[in-house]
């Protein structure tokens, strides 16, 4: 009973703006939309509080039947699992490239492969949309020097999700790039010199120095890149807004369909406990394999 | 650029003249329309000295979410424009104003009844038609003459056996007409031709499996089935006009919206060759129904401006301002009176939707509706594409539909108990 009247540790006082921020901005908010989620909150109930029923799961067991949310979970997944292994692909590419030995201006290269990411999407959705025009676009005149028929990007349901994924790494990859470089740098330089004595060439020391130095940066960048495409929502959403045929319809932007589109708030706010159920079980996942890794 | 300057200057305007005896009024329009309603402005203001707009242009494409959002803030502008198939929707919220004491009976008289009557919800009115649409038959004159077709068509009938003639004419890919198949508005549209009640019992229950519409649904297939449209969305074609130019189909039916674009994206010498017509009928009653759609202007039923905001409707529904409407963008006027001026009396392609538009119907005034228009869209397509049968299509949408219903029919169960 006296513990409860004793001063708090000091360090609580500290913490507490932090702490009353993220209890009344992000957990009370969560919440209040799993509440949400065991409710049929719609239009009727938006102008009327009365018409508002308790649904307990009934919400989440219309979803598993919704031939639309394993559609938006197909090209979800596809996003994340071209786009994500791509995307750090490109990433580790450029940032190897940008810390070679041999490049002069360093910083200017990095500041300009870190752009894109800094730019917002709206005004590069702008710039991509000319580029994969059917008829005057970059890309289709590219093609055409090499003799490819002319491809309808964002109007093909078969071509669309790469148009996506295209642009999405495009815009992303900067990100990780800077992480790799941080990655880089700390590896000791005496590693290479020993290798070169042993008369290791620069593939065995990518192999056997670089990659396994990396492998810390390598779960970060994972994980952070899963989880951030997992939410795929602003490319589909100023592109395509889900179309062709829902080629491009992300669990994030059927949510966001759901709920502002249709204002099924109860259905939206369960959509979303799904998309967080499934990048928590990816993340769990990979930590799991990496642990075993390393 | 043209926008960010406006808005600025907008922003500009409003931050130096802050009178405080003049009422301002919040005006929320979409697209184009907020965009070129500015200019009309500045007459406004100076017959109402005592009013100033604030005009705020939204993209069609967040309009409606941008509303409800605003609905549910409590912070909707006191006037707006709003699409004439989302009444019902604002009208469940009670986010409208009932217009019935304001408008006069003469002024009643002036405006399409059809029209009109898509504002209305349970005998009240709610909005006021700003400009009407409808859709019907766009075609090629030279190509149905080609066929042996000196005159548009007027029954189903006629119209299969044009369609047989211009698909029979020389030259491979070529089509007789264009029905994107991820668009629900022809098969409803055929079906309300021949008087299908698309949902029963006070809309409480889908109702596609009926006699009407089923055959309705069955002539639009056939059309496919025949090889007379292309199965194609909207989405895999890639430019319209050059399709419409280069006769790869003959017919089309769409909206006022795409007189302007074929005036302006069709070859010059082509522009001679291409005519409109009023819907077809089933029957011998010519002209055929279509629907009734457009935009109207509502007033927010928390508005504390509610008598200025009227002016500036009824300012806005002057015939000389629709005409001035009618000729920045193209939007065909609400009002009777307006089709007599020259500009729009002599222009026979837009004639035929002044026929057309004292022949239409609505849709289910319902908040459900949007939502169950785009099931059929998505059922008509898999029936076209062969995934579905006729009959498996029609019952898979009555089951979804009566799904979306299920929370309507719990309202009225509760309401009249």
Same mark, same amino acid.
């Given at each position: @009973?006296?513990?409860?009247?004793?001063?708090?540790?000091?360090?609580f006082?500290?913490?507490? &703006?932090a702490?009353?921020?993220?209890a009344?901005?992000?957990?009370?908010?969560?919440?209040? $939309?799993?509440?949400?989620?065991?409710?049929?909150?719609?239009?009727?109930?938006?102008?009327?509080?009365?018409?508002?029923?308790?649904?307990?799961?009934?919400?989440?067991?219309?979803?598993?039947?919704? #031939?639309?949310?394993?559609t938006?979970?197909?090209?979800?997944?596809? *996003?994340?699992?071209?786009? %994500?292994?791509?995307?750090?692909?490109? $990433?580790?590419?450029?940032?190897?490239?940008?810390?070679?030995?041999?490049?002069?201006?360093? %910083?200017?290269?990095?500041?300009l492969l870190?752009?894109?990411?800094?730019?917002?999407?709206?005004?590069?959705?702008?710039?991509?949309?000319?580029?994969?025009?059917?008829?005057?676009?970059?890309?289709?005149?590219?093609?055409?020097?090499?003799?490819?028929?002319?491809?309808?990007?964002?109007?093909?349901?078969?071509?669309?999700? +790469?148009?996506?994924?295209?642009?999405?790494?495009?815009?992303?990859?900067?990100?990780?790039?800077?992480? *790799?470089?941080?990655?880089?740098?700390?590896?000791?330089?005496?590693?290479?010199?020993?290798?070169?004595?042993? !008369?290791?060439?620069?593939?065995h020391?990518?192999?056997?120095i670089?990659?396994?130095?990396?492998?810390?940066?390598?779960?970060?960048?994972?994980?952070?890149? @899963?989880?951030?495409?997992f939410?795929?929502?602003a490319?589909?959403?100023?592109?395509?807004?889900?179309?062709?045929?829902?080629?491009?319809? $992300?669990? /994030?932007?059927?949510?966001?369909q759901?709920?502002?589109?249709?204002?099924?708030? !109860?259905?939206?706010?369960?959509?979303?406990?799904?998309?967080?159920?499934?990048?928590?079980?990816?993340t769990?996942?990979?930590?799991?394999?990496r642990?075993?890794?390393? | 650029?043209?926008?960010?300057?406006?808005?600025?200057?907008l922003?500009?305007?409003?931050?130096?003249?802050?009178?405080?005896?003049?009422?301002?009024?919040?005006?929320?329009?979409? %697209?184009?329309?907020g965009?070129?309603?500015?200019?009309?402005m500045?007459e406004?203001?100076?017959?109402? #000295?005592?009013?100033?707009?604030?005009?705020?242009?939204?993209?069609?494409?967040?309009?409606?979410?941008?509303?409800?959002?605003?609905?549910?803030?409590d912070?909707?502008?006191?006037?707006?424009?709003?699409?004439n198939?989302?009444?019902?929707?604002?009208v469940?919220?009670?986010?409208?104003?009932?217009?019935?004491?304001?408008?006069? /009976? +003469?002024?009643? !008289?002036?405006?399409?009844?059809g029209?009109?009557?898509t504002?209305?919800?349970? !005998?009240?009115?709610?909005g006021?038609?700003?400009?009407?649409?409808?859709?019907?038959?766009?075609?090629?004159?030279?190509?149905?003459?080609?066929?042996?077709?000196?005159?548009?068509?007027?029954?189903?009938?006629?119209?299969l056996? @044009?369609?047989?003639?211009?698909?029979?004419?020389?030259?491979?890919?070529?089509?007789?007409?264009?029905? #994107?198949?991820?668009e629900w508005?022809? &098969?409803?549209?055929?079906?309300?031709?021949? %008087?299908?009640?698309?949902?029963?019992?006070e809309?409480? *229950?889908?109702? *596609?499996?009926?006699?009407?519409?089923?055959?309705?649904?069955h002539?639009?297939?056939?059309?496919?089935?025949?090889?007379?449209?292309?199965?194609?969305?909207?989405?895999?074609?890639?430019?319209?006009?050059?399709?419409f130019?280069?006769?790869?189909?003959?017919?089309?039916?769409?909206?006022?919206?795409?007189?302007?674009?074929?005036?302006?994206?069709?070859?010059?010498?082509?522009?001679?060759?291409?005519?409109?017509?009023? @819907? =077809?009928?089933?029957?011998?009653?010519? +002209?055929?129904? $279509?629907?009734?759609?457009?935009?109207?202007?509502?007033?927010?039923?928390?508005?504390?401006?509610?008598?200025q905001?009227?002016?500036?409707?009824?300012?806005?529904?002057? &015939?000389?301002?629709?005409?001035?409407?009618?000729?920045?963008?193209?939007?065909?006027?609400?009002?009777r009176?307006?089709?007599?001026?020259?500009?729009?009396?002599t222009?026979?392609?837009?004639?035929?939707?002044?026929?057309?538009?004292?022949?239409?119907?609505?849709?289910?005034?319902? +908040?459900?509706?949007?939502?169950?228009a785009?099931?059929?869209?998505?059922?008509?397509?898999?029936?076209?594409?062969?995934?579905?049968?006729?009959?498996?299509?029609?019952?898979?949408?009555?089951?979804?539909?009566?799904?979306?219903?299920?929370?309507?029919?719990?309202? =009225?169960?509760?309401?009249?108990?």
């Amino acid at each position: @009973m006296r513990t409860l009247f004793l001063p708090p540790n000091p360090a609580f006082w500290f913490l507490a &703006p932090a702490l009353i921020l993220i209890a009344g901005f992000f957990f009370l908010p969560v919440a209040a $939309s799993l509440l949400l989620s065991f409710t049929d909150f719609d239009i009727y109930a938006l102008g009327d509080r009365e018409q508002l029923r308790f649904v307990a799961l009934d919400n989440y067991l219309r979803l598993l039947h919704d #031939p639309l949310f394993w559609t938006a979970i197909k090209n979800t997944l596809y *996003f994340v699992l071209v786009g %994500g292994p791509l995307s750090m692909a490109v $990433s580790l590419g450029a940032a190897l490239l940008v810390n070679h030995r041999l490049v002069r201006f360093k %910083g200017l290269f990095r500041s300009l492969l870190f752009l894109p990411v800094v730019t917002t999407l709206v005004a590069i959705a702008v710039v991509w949309r000319y580029l994969y025009h059917p008829r005057f676009g970059f890309l289709n005149y590219l093609l055409g020097l090499f003799g490819f028929e002319p491809i309808d990007w964002l109007g093909d349901p078969d071509w669309a999700m +790469p148009a996506i994924i295209l642009m999405a790494i495009w815009k992303n990859f900067g990100f990780n790039m800077i992480i *790799f470089i941080a990655g880089l740098q700390s590896i000791p330089a005496r590693l290479y010199e020993a290798a070169i004595i042993d !008369g290791a060439n620069s593939w065995h020391q990518f192999r056997h120095i670089t990659l396994p130095m990396l492998a810390p940066t390598f779960v970060f960048v994972t994980v952070i890149t @899963m989880i951030g495409y997992f939410q795929l929502f602003a490319e589909p959403y100023v592109m395509t807004q889900g179309g062709p045929a829902n080629s491009t319809l $992300s669990v /994030a932007l059927l949510m966001f369909q759901e709920g502002f589109r249709w204002w099924n708030l !109860g259905y939206a706010a369960a959509v979303a406990f799904a998309l967080f159920l499934i990048i928590l079980a990816g993340t769990l996942l990979q930590l799991k394999l990496r642990r075993r890794e390393i | 650029m043209r926008l960010i300057g406006l808005l600025l200057a907008l922003v500009l305007l409003g931050a130096c003249r802050r009178d405080a005896d003049k009422t301002v009024l919040e005006f929320w329009a979409m %697209g184009r329309e907020g965009e070129v309603v500015q200019s009309l402005m500045p007459e406004f203001e100076r017959r109402h #000295p005592n009013i100033r707009v604030k005009v705020q242009q939204i993209p069609w494409s967040a309009a409606h979410e941008k509303l409800l959002t605003a609905y549910a803030g409590d912070a909707m502008p006191d006037v707006f424009q709003l699409g004439n198939t989302w009444i019902p929707e604002f009208v469940v919220l009670k986010a409208v104003d009932s217009l019935d004491d304001r408008l006069t /009976a +003469p002024q009643r !008289g002036d405006y399409f009844e059809g029209i009109l009557e898509t504002n209305e919800i349970n !005998g009240r009115l709610y909005g006021l038609p700003w400009y009407v649409d409808t859709r019907l038959l766009f075609y090629r004159t030279d190509i149905l003459d080609k066929a042996g077709f000196s005159e548009p068509p007027k029954t189903w009938n006629e119209w299969l056996g @044009m369609m047989a003639g211009v698909k029979a004419l020389p030259g491979e890919d070529r089509y007789a007409l264009l029905l #994107p198949m991820n668009e629900w508005q022809v &098969p409803v549209i055929l079906g309300l031709q021949l %008087g299908a009640e698309l949902l029963r019992d006070e809309a409480q *229950f889908a109702n *596609f499996r009926s006699g009407p519409f089923r055959q309705a649904f069955h002539f639009y297939l056939d059309i496919f089935r025949r090889g007379y449209a292309p199965a194609v969305s909207e989405a895999q074609i890639a430019n319209l006009y050059q399709e419409f130019a280069s006769g790869y189909f003959a017919m089309y039916i769409t909206g006022p919206w795409n007189i302007g674009e074929f005036e302006h994206r069709l070859p010059k010498g082509l522009q001679d060759r291409w005519a409109t017509a009023p @819907m =077809l009928a089933p029957d011998e009653n010519y +002209p055929g129904l $279509s629907l009734a759609g457009g935009a109207s202007l509502a007033i927010a039923w928390n508005s504390t401006r509610k008598d200025q905001a009227w002016e500036l409707i009824e300012f806005l529904s002057e &015939p000389e301002q629709q005409l001035a409407f009618y000729r920045m963008t193209g939007d065909l006027p609400s009002r009777r009176s307006a089709w007599q001026h020259p500009d729009l009396a002599t222009a026979t392609r837009v004639q035929a939707f002044k026929t057309q538009l004292e022949r239409v119907a609505s849709t289910p005034k319902i +908040p459900e509706w949007e939502r169950i228009a785009s099931k059929i869209a998505h059922y008509a397509e898999k029936a076209v594409r062969g995934e579905l049968t006729e009959e498996q299509a029609l019952t898979a949408l009555d089951e979804d539909v009566d799904r979306i219903l299920e929370k309507r029919r719990w309202l =009225l169960r509760k309401q009249a108990q």
